[in-house]
Structures are given as structure tokens and as C-alpha cells.
């Protein structure tokens, strides 16, 4: 199953116009994805604030538009996946080349496209290089495992 840039919009527009859904959402994913959230909290001392917010509505629109809102995700898989990410993303010379890599070796351009557009450098930029990269291999690696468990 391919994800449409007109979902991915979608959801956005759901986050930006309705933060009271945003929020119910958000506490619902939490409860029904506790050991995926619990992990992520357990490393969130390595991003600001700012960019654990901007990763918490990233990957509420990944949750949200491939439906993985519904769907456990199972830890020892998830590791793997997330690991070999980071092996990755050491082996190349920057966010760039990770996301080209990620493009060769993944089917959902668009929920890529979305990630790598979320982590441009802009004017008064609140992502540091660290965060970013972290933000980059959560993502990828979610998006991984949704296709490789939940999209097929």
C-alpha cells in the first residue's frame, strides 16, 4: 500500500486546524503504543523540547496515515530495524545521504518526502545536526517497519 502526498496532507491539516485532536490523539497513540513510546521517552534527553515535539507530531502523522494506530508495534523488531538505521546513517557523510539510502531501500516515497522536508535547515531553525539525525533515523526506521508489518 502506498501512502498518498494527499494523506499525509490531510493529517497535517487535522494536526494544524484541531490541536484538541492533536492532543486526544496523541494521549490515545501513547496508550495504545506504550512500550514504542516508553522507549522514545527513555532517549528524549538527547533532543530539546522544540525537537521532541516536532518528533512527537512526525510520527503521529506516520502513525495516522499508514493506520499503525491500531497495530502493536512488537519491540524486538522494531530494534533491529531501528539499529541497522544507525548503522546507516554512520556509514554516510551526512542527513543527505541517509535520506538518499533511505529512498533507494523504501517504497513510501511520499511519507519519506514528507520526513526529509520536516528536517530542512531554515532561518531561526530550532533542529540542531543531532537532532535531526535522531528525528531522521525514528522516522525512517518507522517507516520500515510499517512497510515491512503493517503496509504489505
Known amino acids: ?13 487535522q494536526i494544524e486546524n484541531d490541536e484538541h485532536f492533536f492532543q486526544e490523539s496523541i494521549t490515545q497513540l501513547r496508550k495504545t503504543q506504550q512500550d514504542f513510546f516508553n522507549h522514545l521517552q527513555s532517549e528524549s534527553f538527547l ?26 508495534i512488537r519491540g524486538n523488531k522494531w530494534s533491529q530495524i531501528e539499529d541497522a538505521w544507525w548503522a546507516q546513517l554512520e556509514a554516510v557523510k551526512g542527513l543527505s545521504e541517509f535520506m538518499d539510502l533511505a529512498f533507494k531501500e523504501l517504497k513510501e516515497e511520499d511519507l519519506l518526502a514528507f520526513v526529509e522536508d520536516s528536517l530542512a535547515e531554515l532561518e531561526d531553525d530550532f533542529l540542531t545536526r543531532s537532532g535531526r539525525e535522531f528525528i531522521a533515523v525514528k522516522c525512517v526506521s518507522l517507516i520500515q517497519y510499517f512497510e515491512n508489518y503493517h503496509l504489505s
Do not use: A, Q, R, Y
Request: charged share 30%; with cysteine.
Open 47 to 72: 533532543l530539546s523540547p522544540e525537537e521532541n515535539d516536532h518528533l512527537l507530531g512526525l510520527l503521529f502523522v506516520l502513525f495516522w496515515t499508514t493506520k499503525g494506530v491500531e497495530k502493536k
Open 1 to 13: 500500500m502506498k501512502i498518498e502526498e494527499s494523506i499525509i496532507e490531510s493529517c497535517v491539516n
